[in-house]
Nanobody
């Protein structure tokens, strides 16, 4: 059974940093990509950053230059380093991994990020 377990969320002041981690229970090469989405109250879930198995990276315009996605293949883990955090980054952040075969999508349980003074 595929599981994605997130960690690293919390409360941080504006301008601060956090690093999120998403550990997969299987090899990350079973996924087409791994990424981070977020959902703020009253808003739709949106893509924040994604890295494909081939190493192609995409970022939402709102986080370019501030967030960095990376992965450790040996640990089956993807990270999201978030710098220069803003109050509008406040949301529940979800790890996502679409299967490389078929149409299955896997999601983590979500981790809360709150940016507030």
């Amino acid at each position: 059974q595929v599981q994605l377990v997130e960690s690293g969320g919390g409360l941080v002041q504006p301008g601060g940093s956090l690093r999120l981690s998403c550990a997969a229970s299987v090899s990350i090469f079973r996924f087409y990509a791994m990424g981070w989405y977020r959902q703020a109250p009253g808003k739709q879930r949106e893509l924040v950053a994604r890295i494909t198995t081939g190493g192609i990276i995409n970022y939402a315009d709102s986080v370019k230059g501030r967030f960095t996605i990376s992965r450790d293949n040996t640990k089956n883990t993807v990270y999201l380093q978030m710098n220069s955090l803003k109050p509008e980054d406040t949301a529940v952040y979800y790890c996502n991994a679409p299967s490389i075969i078929g149409t299955s999508q896997y999601w983590g349980q979500g981790t809360q990020v709150t940016v507030s003074s």
